[in-house]
């Protein structure tokens, strides 16, 4: 059964979520090959000291240390959780694949930044026995500057 088009422009939130410094530390670890709360003191050797070091972040242009870009998948995929679970639309969960994503970025996520998403369903288009919803997010931090734009697609079988 397909997924009505009428919920075109249904949004949702606004969810908020405050970077935390050890929780960058430990993405920019795992993302770089590390074994982040594993006792191992040593940062992989290939990874950008801004990404974990207070201290290079405060030598760098951006002031301080500054989140892994795809650590924003952490706040940002909440509006699109939140749609492919709501109730109103319907979908099957089981026969739900995550179909793509995209972030967009207008400046680094810093620790301590306070990001508030909000989302919106774009597009349900129906193809080859499939439905494709899309939902866009925004993340704007607590000065509400525009951080991140997310395109998030899911793909459901019928």
Known sequence: MSIDPRHVGRRYGPFTYELGLEKMREFAFAIGGGAPGMGVSQPPADLDPVLYDVEAGKRSRHGSVIAFPTFAV????????EAVTDPALGIDLLMLV???????????????DV?????????????????????????????????????WTAVIRH
């Not at 998403?117 to 931090?141: P, Q």
Request: charged share 25%; aromatic share 8%; glycine share 12%.
């Open 115 to 151: 990001m508030t998403t909000g989302g919106e369903i774009t597009r349900i288009d129906e193809k080859a026995g499939k439905d494709f919803v899309t939902v866009v997010t925004e993340s704007t931090n607590q000065a509400g500057k525009l951080v991140v734009r997310g395109t």
């Open 98 to 112: 995550h179909g793509e994503q995209e972030l967009e970025f207008f400046d680094v996520m810093r620790s301590g």
């Open 74 to 81: 952490t706040f940002a995929i909440r509006p699109f959780s």
